[in-house]
């Protein structure tokens, strides 16, 4: 006989709803309700719902499952219950300028992985624009994504994921920030070769409530200090702290962008506009979107 009970599995608990939000609501603060379900389609479509709605920044949803939870470009995120961290939030940053809000997705990076790195000890590394990844400081020539090395311990391996979708809704625009995060996957569970997660890493600690908590603080503490100075990545010191992280910075990349030919060269920076800045034999160019790969 089976059994849906959440406490099946005793290596992974459920989130404790009124514990989150003790820990994160604060009076004047960004987060103003943490909801957290069995599960959902997508936590980015039911706030994009929600904004739509009328529903004010600070909305934080919490899935313990996902049955259509999506990447960049289409892409499926598929992951057991309870095994990892999917959630999205609700911001509507009205005072930043639109160009400025493909920093978004490197500050949302940045938050988690000071967050992870602080909690578990992991050090996470950021792939331009919106992976999270681990990458062994032995092997300085890691390959992702491609070629024999790929997928192996010596390569970057994927540790989560981010998604920022922009919505339109009757009171202005509003931001959608997702957030896939690999707690305790298992190797039979990896769902690529090159995936892994915090219990793989020998992480110091694996609790979700913990991580979870540990995100919500320093994404809400970037997130005010980023639209303070009205998404200044310079004044905010988001620029300098994302490019001290990023692991794509300062080496050879290729970026495929759909429907256009891919291009080869080295990423030099990022512009003022959080693009990436390839510098090839034609010269340098700035990609708003796009894959890359890190080449060797």
């Given at each position: ?139 300085p020539d890691e390959t992702m994504g491609e070629g024999p090395e790929a997928g192996s311990y010596g390569a970057a391996r994927k540790l989560g994921g981010i998604l920022v979708e922009r919505v339109e809704t009757p009171t202005g625009p509003a931001a959608v920030v997702g957030l896939g995060l690999n707690v305790s996957l298992r190797v ?109």
């Amino acid at each position: 006989m089976t059994s849906d009970s959440p406490y099946t599995d005793l290596d992974r608990p459920p989130l404790r709803e009124l514990a989150v939000n003790k820990a994160v609501v604060r009076p004047g603060g960004l987060w103003r309700r943490v909801d957290i379900v069995a599960e959902t389609g997508s936590t980015n479509a039911d706030l994009a719902d929600a904004a739509r709605r009328g529903e004010a920044e600070g909305l934080v949803l919490v899935a313990e499952a996902q049955s259509a939870g999506r990447g960049r470009l289409g892409r499926t995120w598929v992951a057991p219950a309870r095994s990892g961290l999917f959630l999205s939030v609700l911001l509507r940053p009205g005072d930043v300028a639109p160009a400025r809000w493909g920093w978004l997705p490197l500050l949302a990076g940045t938050a988690v992985r000071t967050a992870v790195d602080s909690v578990t000890g992991v050090p996470v590394r950021l792939k331009w624009p919106n992976d999270l990844i681990v990458v062994d400081d032995a092997v300085p020539d890691e390959t992702m994504g491609e070629g024999p090395e790929a997928g192996s311990y010596g390569a970057a391996r994927k540790l989560g994921g981010i998604l920022v979708e922009r919505v339109e809704t009757p009171t202005g625009p509003a931001a959608v920030v997702g957030l896939g995060l690999n707690v305790s996957l298992r190797v039979d569970e990896l769902p690529a070769p090159h995936a892994t997660s915090l219990v793989l890493e020998r992480a110091k600690a694996a609790d979700r409530d913990t991580v979870l908590r540990a995100v919500l603080r320093e994404l809400g503490r970037w997130y005010t200090d980023w639209t303070a100075v009205s998404g200044d990545p310079m004044a905010s010191g988001l620029a300098s702290a994302y490019a001290a992280s990023c692991a794509t910075l300062g080496r050879r990349v290729r970026v495929e962008v759909p429907g256009g030919a891919a291009v080869e060269g080295e990423a030099v920076g990022l512009d003022g506009d959080g693009r990436l800045l390839v510098r090839d034999a034609g010269g340098e160019r700035a990609f708003g979107a796009g894959d890359v790969v890190h080449l060797r």
